[in-house]
Every structure is written in C-alpha cells, then in structure tokens.
C-alpha cells in the first residue's frame, strides 16, 4: 500500500505555490515555470481538454494553457469541493500512448505492474474575473466559475503526469454564446458533496476506500454489459443495484444535471443509450478510491457513432471518442453523487463541428 498522505502532500504544496502564483505575480510565465520546475518531474506529460490535448513539457504547459489563462482571468480563487488519492490498480487501469491519437488503432497498453502509480484527484471551481478573450471567447468583465477537474501522478515525490478536464460549454454559456440545442438536463454551477466531507486531506479508512472502489467496478461492469448486449432499454432496476434512488447526476453542460434514477434515465442515459450506437468501453486511464470517494478518467473512455438526436444534433456515421471524467461519493452501499466533465469540443469536432471555430467566425475574434 502506497502513502497516500506523500503524494497528497506534494500536491498540496503545488497548489499553494501555483494558486500563490497566480495571486502575487499575476501568473506570469517566469514565476508559473518556477513553481511547476520545483513539483513537475523533468519527463513532464500533460493532457488537456480541446484545443489544447497533449503537452510534453513544463514550458509548453505554461506557454500553451497556463499563460493564455492568466492573461483572460485573473482575480483568481481556486474553490476545491473534493481532494482524494488512491494507488492505481494496473487490473482495472489501461494507458494510452501519448503518441497514438488513432481512432482505429487505438494504441493501449496494460499498465506495467511492477510500477505503481498514486494518483491525487482535485475537483471544484476556480472562480475568476473574465477581462480578456480566451480561445476566443468574448470576455464578460464580469465573474466567472471555471469548472474543473485535475489529476496528478505522484512518483517518487514529483508529479509525472497530469489531467486537466474542464467544462468548455460551461464557459461558453456563461459568457453568452452558447453553441448547442437546449439540454435534457440544466446545467449550473454545480455544489460539491452534499456531505461537506469531500476534502481529504487526512488518512482515510482503507477499507471504506475499498468499498467505494468495488461498487464503482460493479457499476462499470454492469454499464459494459449492457453495452456489449445491445439493449437500449436499461431497466431501472439494473441501476438500483448500484445507485439510490434520489442520486444526482451532475452532467457536463451539453447535457445538465438530473436528480433521482426516474430523471436520470429519462434526460440522460435514454438519450445517451438510443442515439449513439457501437458504443465501446476503451479502458481509463486512472481508477481510484479513498474514503467515500472515487475517481477514473480515460484518454477516452468511450468510443461511438452518434446516429442521431444527441445532444439535439443531427446524425452521421463519423465514430467519435469520449473523453470522460467521473467522481463519485458513495453512501453506505451505493452511489449517491456523481460529477461527470466530458470533453464535448472534442468530440464534436471529430465529426465536423468546430464550436470554438465558429464563434470565432461570427464574433470575428482570435
């Protein structure tokens, strides 16, 4: 069993000096070099969201994300709802190689058991003034709360990789443009734990993280059954088995959020089930639990051929892929919260819509 407190730690401390950063030097590029050379290994990778993807530097994090950021936010407040860690289990856990972006090959490996891997999860907003354009996005001048969920690979107490996931739509939306049909859920500014016990910064019970972890497998399991059957019509009883009744769904902008299995099924997973076709389960990336808590993301989880209706758009027969994060708490023997971000620029721009490129178009900004 890893420490987890280690590797919490280390981030931890990288936040403090980043989220210093970014109050006293107003991100520059300099100072967000430092603090990343001081907590980044010199072998850095990163992923992050559309347009951005893969980054294999320090440098090309920051010139590429973090400074462009900085310059069209600032005020910046981080506002962390869940912290957890856990060890990857190289059973359940597959890697992509960082060098293989094909859809037909899709290039995974198994990850090497002889390596383990701690994994620490933050989730929250980061809450901002949006003052300058940002991937050409018009700013608003007015406050603004940055979605986002972050994983870090802590070995030998450094951060080897990380994820960045964030709710681009969301962004969109706030600042006024929009750029899909109206949702089957509603999307806002999402709470944390209904609990107020998501920050674990303290051990945890290891067999409650264990617990958590077992249930989130079964879930998956079962959602890869009925993948692999074909059948559309999930009974709800097959969700009761892992959920309660009352769960809440917190669905990435593009969807929304829905409360109860009932609304679940009925502004989600129908949708989701009957308009996307040859949905397959491509693995994840990270999988882990500790206390009450879990989280995986894949690089992507699915792969599939949306054949029309989702996301109130057109059909076609251009396969898709997912990329998809997935926190969850666990109450006694079920799920009881779940925040889902999904990489829809992504995804919707590997069939041909370029969301950011069209707002570009008819703002006429850069």
């Not at 347009?51 to 090309?60: G, R, V, Y």
């Not at 964030?166 to 089957?184: C, I, N, R, W």
């Not at 054949?307 to 666990?330: C, E, I, K, N, Q």
């Amino acid at each position: 069993m890893s420490d987890y407190q280690s590797a919490k730690t280390v981030v931890m401390d990288y936040y403090r000096e980043f989220d210093r950063a970014l109050s006293d030097g107003h991100g520059s590029v300099s100072d967000l070099n430092a603090v990343l050379e001081q907590y980044m290994a010199p072998e850095y990778s990163w992923r992050g969201l559309h347009p951005f993807d893969e980054l294999d530097s320090i440098e090309a994090v920051v010139q590429n994300f973090w400074s462009p950021f900085t310059t069209a936010f600032n005020t910046i407040q981080r506002r962390e709802d869940i912290f957890l860690a856990g060890s990857n289990d190289p059973k359940i856990a597959v890697k992509r190689s960082l060098a293989d972006a094909s859809v037909d090959t899709p290039g995974y490996n198994p990850v090497d058991p002889q390596s383990e891997e701690v994994w620490v999860c933050s989730m929250g907003h980061l809450l901002a003034l949006f003052d300058q354009p940002w991937l050409g996005i018009p700013p608003t001048g007015k406050m603004i709360f940055f979605r986002y969920a972050e994983f870090h690979c802590v070995q030998q107490g450094l951060i080897t990789q990380s994820a960045l996931f964030f709710d681009l739509l969301s962004v969109m939306k706030q600042a006024g443009h929009y750029p899909l049909p109206p949702e089957t859920g509603v999307s806002f500014m999402y709470p944390g734990p209904k609990t107020h016990d998501g920050l674990m910064r303290d051990p945890q019970d290891v067999a409650a993280g264990q617990q958590t972890l077992a249930l989130i497998n079964r879930m998956v399991d079962d959602l890869s059954e009925l993948n692999k059957s074909g059948n559309d019509d999930c009974p709800p009883e097959l969700l009761a088995k892992t959920w309660h009744n009352d769960m809440v769904w917190y669905g990435p902008t593009g969807i929304g959020a829905s409360l109860s299995i009932e609304r679940y099924q009925q502004q989600h997973q129908y949708p989701f089930r009957k308009n996307l076709a040859d949905k397959v389960f491509n693995g994840h990336v990270c999988r882990i639990a500790e206390g009450n808590y879990g989280a995986f993301f894949g690089w992507p989880n699915l792969s599939n051929t949306p054949t029309g209706g989702f996301l109130g758009l057109p059909g076609g027969s251009v396969r898709a892929d997912m990329r998809v994060v997935d926190v969850y708490r666990r109450q006694d023997d079920k799920l009881a919260e779940n925040w889902i971000f999904i990489d829809f620029p992504h995804y919707l721009k590997m069939q041909g819509l370029d969301v950011l490129q069209r707002l570009r178009e008819s703002t006429g900004s850069r």
